[in-house]
Every structure is written in C-alpha cells, then in structure tokens.
C-alpha cells in the first residue's frame, strides 16, 4: 500500500492552461503539505493544512489554489500555467507538531 | 526566514571511504531532521535528532545534533554504492514549519 500517492507523476502542459494535482495519504495524518522542488533540487514549502484547515500558506502565486477536501486528501489546483512553474511537486503528510514527513513520489510539471 | 545551509553541495568518494555532511544555522531548530532522496522519488526520512547534544546511528550512518540545536552532521563509514542519492537536512522551526537545506548529492563509485 502506498503511503502518500500524488497523481499524475508526470504532467505536460501549455503555457495559460490549468492543471490539477492530487494527492491522498492512508496513513491516518492530520496534516498535508505541498512542496516545490526547483531544477536545483531545493525544496520549498508552499502550503499545509491541517484537519482541512490552511495553516502555512507561504509566499505563492495566487494561480495556485489548494483545497482539502478531508484530511486524506490534499489537491493542487493551478491556474494560468507560466514556464516558471516547471518543477517538481511534492505532496507530503505528518502528524501535526510531530516531526517526520512521509513524502509521495513527486509530479513533474513541465510547461511549454 | 530560517535559513539551512548544507556542504558540501556535491560529493563523490570511492567505496569504502568515510564521509561527513554538515547542516548549519543561525536559528534554533525544535527538531533537525535527515532525508534521502533518489531519482524520481520523494525524500525519505533516515532518522529525526530532538536534544542538543543527541546522537543517533542507523547502521553506517550517524547523525548529531549540535549543542545549541542550531547545527547538525551526518557521517557515513566505509560508504557504499548504494549510498549514492541526495541528502537533505530539514529543520522543524517554531511556527512547525520544515525547512530544507539545498542538499548534498552523494555518488560513492564501486
């Protein structure tokens, strides 16, 4: 069973399009995250939510809009595609104030 | 903003050779923690350090936790291919908010 599974692991797209991340963790945690990881391999945290609650909303294009439908499931909507948001997304999930993230295996986005 | 600085950025050695990545602040990290990542994956947690001072081995790899909580460093002994990936250190700030260093990609040649 896979623990924190994001789909799709690879997503092409046009420049102006919009496009939709999903991820669901079965591990029974109450808090997601999503993570950016540049072409240098640095990750960076754009959002979190716990318990359905957006507690960590860092400095990110408003074009990006996450929503948690239940505390399993952690989306990445994004709107208005630009080069610029070719990376590597990554979904994650904790228990809250506990440290020790299970990350998923990553959605490469790649706009043209 | 803290910041998490990691050297070396890159590292090749031979097999068998020992090794050390360091992870440094200027802020007080709650908790420090270590991931490996490999291609085309996400990173993996390896181990989490909570007390200044802390010291923990996982077989060949030992990782320390600096007195002020501010600093922390993996050692690998007798590294082998199967080391090879990228190793973060992330530290868990007041706000519980993880932040990366940038990482030190590893390539132990047979």
């Known amino acids: 069973d896979t623990a924190v599974s994001q789909t799709p692991k690879y997503l092409v797209t046009q420049m102006g399009n919009d496009k939709s991340i999903k991820c669901e963790q079965n591990l029974g945690h109450d808090t997601m995250y999503w993570y950016k990881q540049d072409s240098k391999k640095f990750l960076k945290i754009m959002f979190s939510y716990n318990n359905k609650e957006l507690i960590i909303n860092e400095t990110v294009p408003n074009r990006f809009s996450p929503k948690s439908p239940d505390k399993a499931h952690l989306n990445l909507h994004i709107n208005s595609l630009e080069l610029g948001d070719s990376a590597v997304y990554f979904c994650?999930?904790?228990?809250?104030?506990?440290?020790?993230?299970?990350f998923g295996s990553g959605t490469r986005l790649t706009v043209v | 903003t803290q910041l998490l600085e990691q050297s070396p950025q890159f590292l090749s050695i031979q097999e068998g050779e020992n090794l050390t990545v360091y992870c440094n602040s200027s802020s007080v990290f709650s908790s420090l923690q270590w991931y490996r990542q490999e291609p085309g994956e996400g990173p993996v947690l390896l181990v989490t350090v909570v007390t200044g001072g802390e010291v923990k081995k996982l077989k060949r790899l030992t990782f320390q936790f600096g007195d002020a909580r501010k600093d922390s460093s993996l050692h690998i002994t007798a590294a082998q291919p199967g080391d090879t990936g990228l190793y973060l250190c992330?530290?868990?700030?007041?706000?519980?908010?993880?932040?990366f260093g940038k990482g030190t990609l590893l390539t132990v040649n047979p």
């Open positions: 992330a530290g868990l700030g007041s706000n519980y908010k993880l932040t």
């Open positions: 994650a999930s904790s228990n809250y104030r506990d440290s020790g993230y299970t």
